[in-house]
C-alpha cells in the first residue's frame, strides 16, 4: 500500500503501525541532530507552549552553592508518518526542568505537560552536557537569564580584611559625626542670645587733693560727721556705748512708721488714750520729765503721736505708741533691739521707748546709721525738721507741756539748713544731739549728718548744740565740686556675653561735691533695664553714678559705636 502524508492523514484514521527498528533508528538521529545544537535553540525549535512541561524551583539564598537548573535536552519530534523507514510514535513523551525564581511562600509550582493527544518528541534523548547541567552558558550562547539571575544574587560576599573593615567603620563614624555637627551648628544659631551687661573701665574710685580735713571738734565725748552717700568726714573721740537720753526716740517714730507708714498728707489711724499715759503725764511733770498733756479716752492721731515725740520729746507718748504698735512695751522694746541688729548697730541697747532709763545706751557711730536710714523716710524727715505743731490734746494751758503750740527742742532747726534731728539730755548722759543739715555743691544737693554725744559743760544741752552747730559750719566749708569725668570720656563698655563689646561714653560732665583728702565710689549701672542686643549709636545705655541715697550725683552714659548682634562664627564657638 502506498504510504500517505501524516499531514493529508485524517484524524479519525487509525495510526498505522511501525517497524521498531525504525523508529528506534529515527529517534537516534534525531536526537544526535538535537545534540550538536545549542540547548537554548534545540527548545526554541521543538517546544511549543503546548508541549512544555516545566517544574518551577524555589531558589534558596541561604545556600552557599544553589544548584544550578536542570535541564533535560527534549527529543526532537519524529518525522511524520509515511515519510521515512522507522517512523516514530507520536505517543513519545518529553520531559524537561529548570529553576524558577524563588516565591514567598517557597512553594514549588509544577506544570504538567499537555493531554496525551498532542504530539511528542521520541522519548530517548542523550544526557546533557557537564555545562549545560552546571547551568553554565552553552557553547552556542549567552546563559539564559533566569541561570544568571541566580548566579548573580547567590554571589557569596567578599572575604573580610581589615582595610575593609577600617573603611566601613570610617564611614558609619563618618556619618554619625556629620550628623551631630549639623545638630549642634543648629543649636548653636538658635541657642538665645546672653543679656548684654554693662561694665565700667574707668576708675572707679576718686580721690580728691589735699590732706586730711580738720574739723572743730568738741573737747569731750564722741562725735561724727558723714556726708549721706558720699562718705565720712571724720570722727572724735572713743566709740564706746553711753546713756543717749531722748535720742532712742529715733528708733521709735523709725519703727512705728515702717510698721504703719504714712503719705504725705495723712494723718494716719487714730490712737486711743489709755489710763497709763495719762499716768504718765502726771508723774512725768513732777520728775521734771518732757511729756504732753493728755487724758483717758482722748483720741490722737498716729502723725500728731509721733510729731509729739520728735519735737517736745514726750515720754509718755513715746510709751503710748510703743503699746499701740506692739500690744506691750516690753515687745516693742525686743523690735527695737532687733532692728538696731539688722542696721548694723553694734553697740547699742535699748530697754525702754522713751531713753529715759540710763541703761538704753548707744554711740555717734551707731545713732549716725540709723539717722541714715530714717531720714530716707520723707514722712520723718518732714516731721524732724517742722519747728513746731499744733496740740489737740493739751488744755492750753501756761506750761510748756499743756501749750497748744509745741516746740522742737532742737534749736538749730531750721537755722543753716538744719532739718534735724532730735535731741536727747540726762544727768547721766550730758547733752546729746543727732543732727542733719542740707547744703548745695555744684548742681547737687548733700545732707550732712552727724551728732555729737556726751556733753557734760552746762547747759548741757545748749553746749551739744553749738558743738553740732560749729561742725556743721565747717562741713559746709569743707565741701566743693569737682569734676571727675568730661563729657565724652570713655568711662566702660557693653559686653555682648560672646567677646563683642562697644564703648560707652559720659554725655555730659560729672562734678561731685568732694572735700580735702576725700575718697569717692564711682559706679556704672544699667539702671535696672534690660540692655539690648542691637542700637545706634548715641543710645542712652545707663548712668554713671557717685555716691547713694540723698548724696547720689549721676549722668548719662550712651554708646559710643552701634551695638549689633554677635557674629555667626562667634554664636558657633561660644560655650556655657
Avoid: C
Avoid at 511501525?18 to 533508528?25: K, L, M, V
Avoid at 539571575?149 to 558609619?172: D, H, Y
Avoid at 538749730?412 to 542740707?438: D, M, Q, Y
Amino acid at each position: 500500500m502506498p504510504t500517505r502524508d501524516a499531514a493529508s492523514k485524517p484524524e479519525s484514521e487509525p495510526k498505522s503501525e511501525t517497524d521498531p527498528a525504525s523508529e528506534s533508528a529515527s529517534a537516534s538521529a534525531s536526537a544526535a541532530a538535537w545534540a550538536r545544537k545549542p540547548s537554548w535553540a534545540a527548545r526554541a525549535e521543538s517546544e511549543s507552549e503546548s508541549e512544555r512541561t516545566s517544574e518551577f524551583v524555589a531558589l534558596k539564598p541561604d545556600l552557599p552553592h544553589p544548584a544550578s537548573p536542570r535541564r533535560v535536552a527534549p527529543t526532537p519530534a519524529p518525522p511524520a508518518v509515511g515519510d521515512g523507514p522507522g517512523q516514530g510514535s507520536p505517543e513519545a513523551d518529553v520531559t524537561r526542568e529548570f529553576g524558577a525564581p524563588p516565591r514567598t511562600d517557597d512553594r514549588t509550582m509544577a506544570l504538567t505537560r499537555p493531554p496525551a493527544s498532542s504530539p511528542a518528541p521520541p522519548s530517548a534523548a542523550p544526557a546533557p552536557t557537564p555545562a549545560t547541567a552546571a547551568g553554565g552558558a552553552d557553547a552556542g550562547g549567552p546563559p539564559p537569564p533566569l541561570d544568571l539571575l541566580a548566579q548573580l544574587t547567590n554571589t557569596p560576599p567578599k572575604p573580610e580584611t581589615v582595610a575593609r573593615t577600617v573603611g566601613r567603620r570610617i564611614k558609619i563614624w563618618g556619618t554619625l559625626v556629620a550628623l551631630l555637627a549639623v545638630v549642634l551648628v543648629v543649636v548653636q544659631a538658635l541657642r538665645p542670645l546672653p543679656t548684654p551687661t554693662l561694665k565700667l573701665t574707668a576708675e572707679s574710685t576718686h580721690t580728691a587733693a589735699g590732706g586730711a580735713l580738720s574739723l572743730p571738734w568738741p573737747s569731750e565725748g564722741q562725735a561724727v560727721v558723714d556726708i549721706n552717700g558720699l562718705g565720712r568726714m571724720g570722727t572724735y573721740g572713743e566709740m564706746k556705748p553711753l546713756p543717749i537720753g531722748s535720742v532712742a526716740k529715733v528708733m521709735t517714730t523709725y519703727l512705728v512708721l515702717r510698721d504703719h507708714p504714712l503719705k504725705a498728707g495723712d494723718k494716719g489711724p487714730s490712737i486711743p488714750v489709755d489710763q497709763k499715759a495719762q499716768d504718765d503725764y502726771t508723774n512725768g511733770v513732777k520728775e521734771k520729765e518732757s511729756v504732753v498733756e493728755v487724758k483717758a479716752g482722748q483720741q490722737v492721731s498716729e502723725l500728731e503721736a509721733l510729731q509729739a515725740v520728735m519735737l517736745p520729746s514726750a515720754n509718755n507718748v513715746a510709751r503710748l505708741l510703743a503699746r499701740w504698735d506692739a500690744s506691750t512695751e516690753e515687745a516693742f522694746i525686743k523690735k527695737m533691739n532687733d532692728t538696731a541688729k539688722e542696721l548694723g548697730m553694734t553697740n547699742t541697747t535699748y530697754t525702754d521707748a522713751s531713753g529715759l532709763m540710763e541703761s538704753t545706751v548707744s554711740t555717734a557711730e551707731d545713732q549716725v546709721k540709723l539717722a541714715k536710714r530714717a531720714m530716707a523716710d520723707p514722712v520723718f524727715r518732714a516731721i524732724a525738721k517742722s519747728p513746731s505743731y499744733t496740740s489737740t490734746t493739751t488744755s492750753g494751758g501756761g506750761t510748756i507741756d499743756t501749750a497748744r503750740t509745741q516746740n522742737n527742742f532742737n534749736k538749730l532747726v531750721p537755722l543753716n539748713g538744719v532739718v534735724g534731728i532730735k535731741t536727747g539730755s540726762t544727768t547721766k548722759a550730758g547733752g546729746n544731739l543727732l543732727f542733719a543739715a542740707e547744703t548745695t555743691v555744684g548742681d547737687s544737693k548733700q545732707l550732712v549728718i552727724g551728732a555729737v554725744f556726751g556733753q557734760h559743760r552746762a547747759p548741757i544741752i545748749d553746749t551739744a548744740t553749738a558743738a553740732s552747730k560749729s561742725l556743721i559750719l565747717a562741713a559746709d566749708k569743707a565741701l566743693r565740686s569737682e569734676t571727675v569725668v568730661k563729657k565724652g570720656d570713655v568711662v566702660g563698655h557693653v559686653d555682648d556675653g560672646l567677646g563683642g563689646t562697644v564703648p560707652v561714653v559720659a554725655t555730659k560732665d560729672l562734678s561731685v561735691p568732694v572735700w580735702s583728702g576725700a575718697s569717692v565710689g564711682i559706679s556704672l549701672t544699667d539702671g535696672g533695664r534690660t540692655l539690648p542686643h542691637t542700637a545706634k549709636a548715641g543710645t542712652q545705655i545707663g548712668t554713671l553714678t557717685v555716691g547713694t541715697g540723698i548724696g547720689e550725683v549721676k549722668v548719662p552714659v550712651a554708646l559710643k559705636g552701634d551695638l549689633a548682634e554677635p557674629s555667626f562664627g562667634a554664636k558657633l564657638t561660644r560655650i556655657g
